[in-house]
Each structure stands twice: as structure tokens, then as C-alpha cells.
T-cell receptor, first 111, second 115 residues
Framework: QKEVEQNSGPLSVPEGAIASLNCTYS??????FFWYRQYSGKSPELIMF????GDKEDGRFTAQLNKASQYVSLLIRDSQPSDSATYLC???????????FGSGTRLSIRP | GAVVSQHPSWVICKSGTSVKIECRSL??????MFWYRQFPKQSLMLMAT?????????EQGVEKDKFLINHASLTLSTLTVTSAHPEDSSFYIC???????????FGPGTRLTVT
């Protein structure tokens, strides 16, 4: 089982709709969770991080964490074509000082 | 804040030569820096973790004698690809983390092409 799992996609969402990206992790003791966005040919850019159960909102983005289910998600409201990118879920596990990345979900916003 | 730079942004070198890539944290002190490699359409692969003043910790399968990492100061880490081969051609990305936080911030990456 991979430490951080994401559906590779592509996930196609119409412009203006809500895009929902999901991620599961295997280490129950993980404490910190991150979402990065990566455009083709560019390096990842940190969008949000979340440490506590529940929702965290920042503009059009909402991160949701459920530690009991070992599940973290990212919602993008009012999706724009510029949101088309690969979204990487990352988890800092309890035993490591490094962040483990998922393989990413490719999101495509269709006009 | 939290800006990480890399230099060069792209480099072409001949097979057998060595290439040095610099990673700098511009507005914070990075106690830990990470080096990743990414092949086209693939995910990030962590190569090594370096703490300032200590030897780097390499991931399994990464040759430490081929990928030399130095983290001599709190704002600078370097990756040297020694005796480069065409299969080393890739996108190399560094990431930095401050002592006070959990977040990692990425540099813009260096595209290496070995001919």
C-alpha cells in the first residue's frame, strides 16, 4: 500500500463548478497535510496546509481533513481554466522529518 | 515570503561532465533542504534530505557518490551531478523548510539535459 494515494485522473470539471480532489494516507499518526499545485513544466506551489480535523478555507479553496478515515480532500469552488494542473497531496508522517507526496491528480477545467 | 530560488534554471552538458545546481532560501533560514527529481509525466521522487551542517540522507537507490549534496549554510544547498549521463536528464527541484515550520517551499526547478 502506498503511503499517500491519489487518483491519477484526469478529472474533468466544467468551468464554474466545484472540483473535488481526494487523498488517503496510511500512517494514522500523520500530523500535517499539504496540497500543492503543479503546472506542466513548473515546480509545485503550496496551496494550503491543514493540521486539524475539519475544514480550512482560503479563497476558492477548502481543505478537509478526517483523521479517523485517514482522508484529506481539496475543494476548488468556481473552477477556472487556470486551475487546470496536477494537484499533489503531501503528508508529513509521524516517523519521518520529510513529506511524502502522492502521485498527483491531473485536473482539467473545461470552458 | 518563503521564496526559494534555483540556479541555473536550465543547463545542457556533455556526457561525462559534472553539473552543479544551487538552491537558495531568500527570505528565511532553511534548516532542512530536499532534492527531488521528476521525469516527464511522473511524480516527484525524493532523492535526498540535507540538514545544515550535516551529511545528506539519501533515499534508497540514489547513488550518493554520483549526486553530491552540500548544505553548508542555512540559505544554500548544492546538488552536483557527477559524471552525468543522458539518463540523468531530468527536472531537478529543491525544496526548503524552516526550523519553525512544517511547510516545504519549492524552488522553480532546474532542467538538466545531458547530451
Amino acid at each position: 500500500q502506498k503511503e499517500v494515494e491519489q487518483n491519477s485522473g484526469p478529472l474533468s470539471v466544467p468551468e464554474g463548478a466545484i472540483a473535488s480532489l481526494n487523498c488517503t494516507y496510511s500512517d494514522r499518526g500523520s500530523q500535517s497535510f499539504f496540497w500543492y499545485r503543479q503546472y506542466s513544466g513548473k515546480s509545485p506551489e503550496l496551496i494550503m496546509f491543514i493540521y486539524s480535523n475539519g475544514d480550512k478555507e482560503d479563497g476558492r479553496f477548502t481543505a478537509q481533513l478526517n483523521k479517523a478515515s485517514q482522508y484529506v480532500s481539496l475543494l476548488i469552488r468556481d473552477s477556472q481554466p487556470s486551475d487546470s494542473a496536477t494537484y499533489l497531496c503531501a503528508v508529513r508522517t509521524s516517523s519521518a522529518s520529510k513529506i511524502i507526496f502522492g502521485s498527483g491528480t491531473r485536473l482539467s477545467i473545461r470552458p | 515570503g518563503a521564496v526559494v530560488s534555483q540556479h541555473p534554471s536550465w543547463v545542457i552538458c556533455k556526457s561525462g561532465t559534472s553539473v552543479k545546481i544551487e538552491c537558495r532560501s531568500l527570505d528565511f533560514q532553511a534548516t532542512t533542504m530536499f532534492w527531488y527529481r521528476q521525469f516527464p509525466k511522473q511524480s516527484l521522487m525524493l532523492m535526498a534530505t540535507s540538514n545544515e551542517g550535516s551529511k545528506a540522507t539519501y533515499e534508497q537507490g540514489v547513488e550518493k557518490d554520483k549526486f553530491l549534496i552540500n548544505h553548508a549554510s542555512l540559505t544554500l544547498s548544492t546538488l552536483t551531478v557527477t559524471s552525468a549521463h543522458p539518463e540523468d536528464s531530468s527536472f531537478y527541484i529543491c525544496s526548503a523548510r524552516a526550523a519553525s515550520g512544517y511547510e516545504q517551499y519549492f524552488g522553480p526547478g532546474t532542467r538538466l539535459t545531458v547530451t
